[in-house]
């Protein structure tokens, strides 16, 4: 009896305490069928051993040693199933502000997430022996010494400028190996994502497409396992929250992420987040550690 397809599911995953950067080095097996999920933060995937598939903004992607997919903050992506006994990886979670702090008018750190200024998501390939010597350089890690934390940092800095030098080179590009999500729900996600302050109700969108809007409704969430509305919604608290770190003040910014109400945009907050605007506020004023626990 064939097994019967299970729908996408996209979650939110809020797990970056670190206002600079996180690593993980694992090896754990891959859970098939694991949640479609997104990041207020980017992700660096880089593959050392073994082989798998990535879905990434609609993509799926065969992945091999020397493999590096780069996650641009809030596009779904997961890694679908490892097709290998023993698959080795490391995570690598950066905020783009970090990465903005470092870069200067000749080396700009974020162009791995950006193609001529257009947020963006890609997979690349490099060569298998320099992508393990780096990650090597990044299993030392700091310790309370002085002057530990610097270097890591720079460490960690010369890392980034070897990956946006390979990604220069377009003939490390990595192409899809299918698309398992429909590019009507792939072009309704890029639309959602440039007028989140717009009207993205459902019957906007039906009519920006010149489809159903019930059609549209259960093709999203047979796609995503979410419905428009849920994705909405978060898409847009994600964006208050890059906003929120702009601006300081949550009255600032609530239209700005299309909540046509203060109090709604609050209590949707809290909702989500699991604290207020000012507990976020706070926290991101005082946290200035980097987190090495396990992941997975």
Do not use: W
């Not at 754990?28 to 207020?40: I, P, T």
Request: include cysteine; hydrophobic fraction near 35%; glycine fraction near 4%.
């Amino acid at each position: 009896m064939a097994q019967q397809e299970r729908p996408h599911r996209a979650v939110i995953v809020n797990s970056m305490i670190s206002d600079r950067f996180e690593i993980y080095h694992v090896d754990s097996q891959v859970v098939e069928h694991a949640q479609l999920h997104y990041h207020d933060f980017h992700e660096i995937n880089c593959v050392l051993q073994g082989t798998g598939v990535f879905h990434l903004g609609g993509n799926e992607y065969a992945t091999e040693p020397g493999t590096v997919t780069f996650a641009h903050s809030n596009d779904l992506h997961n890694i679908v199933r490892q097709s290998s006994n023993y698959y080795e990886r490391a995570y690598i979670y950066v905020r783009d502000e970090f990465l903005t702090s470092r870069s200067t008018a000749n080396t700009d750190l974020t162009t791995c997430f950006n193609d001529n200024g257009k947020p963006t998501s890609r997979v690349i390939r490099m060569d298998p022996e320099i992508l393990r010597r780096q990650i090597t350089r990044l299993d030392d890690r700091p310790d309370e010494s002085y002057g530990s934390d610097l270097a890591y940092e720079q460490r960690f800095l010369e890392f980034m400028v070897e990956l946006n030098k390979a990604v220069a080179n377009s003939a490390n590009d990595v192409t899809p190996s299918s698309k398992p999500v429909s590019s009507l729900i792939v072009n309704v996600m890029e639309y959602v994502n440039e007028n989140l302050a717009g009207d993205c109700s459902l019957d906007a969108i039906a009519d920006r497409f010149y489809i159903n809007k019930y059609y549209l409704s259960r093709q999203f969430k047979k796609n995503t396992g979410l419905n428009l509305h849920e994705f909405i919604l978060k898409k847009r608290l994600l964006r208050s929250k890059e906003l929120l770190r702009e601006s300081g003040s949550a009255q600032n910014v609530y239209r700005q992420c299309g909540f046509a109400s203060y109090t709604h945009f609050l209590r949707c907050f809290k909702q989500e987040f699991h604290m207020t605007t000012k507990e976020f506020l706070s926290r991101n004023d005082s946290i200035d550690v980097v987190h090495f626990a396990a992941h997975e």
